[in-house]
């Protein structure tokens, strides 16, 4: 497991635990799907990718549970969670 997952940190960032999972999973799905990372690193690993784009706030959910990027190619972030 990542170490920054047991951290309450990146619980409080998102809003929860529930919501942490919403985003995580809606990620993964964008990136399996074909979606490029919103940032660089040195692992195949889509989950490490993930939560490094929540910590640097890359990506989140909207008030109606929509995932959201905060970059500014938002072409990168994947098929709309409307085509899933």
């Known amino acids: 497991m990542l170490d920054?997952?047991?951290?309450?940190?990146?619980?409080n960032k998102v809003g929860g635990r529930f919501k942490l999972s919403t985003l995580i999973q809606k990620r993964m799905v964008a990136l399996n799907r074909g979606a490029?990372?919103?940032?660089?690193?040195?692992?195949?690993?889509?989950?490490?990718?993930v939560v490094q784009e929540i910590i640097q706030d890359?990506?989140?959910l909207d008030p109606q549970g929509n995932l959201k990027t905060r970059d500014t190619s938002a072409d990168d972030a994947g098929p709309s969670l409307d085509d899933l």
């Open 4 to 11: 920054e997952l047991k951290e309450e940190e990146i619980v």
């Open 36 to 49: 490029r990372p919103l940032i660089e690193m040195q692992t195949k690993n889509h989950m490490e990718v």
């Open 58 to 60: 890359k990506i989140f």
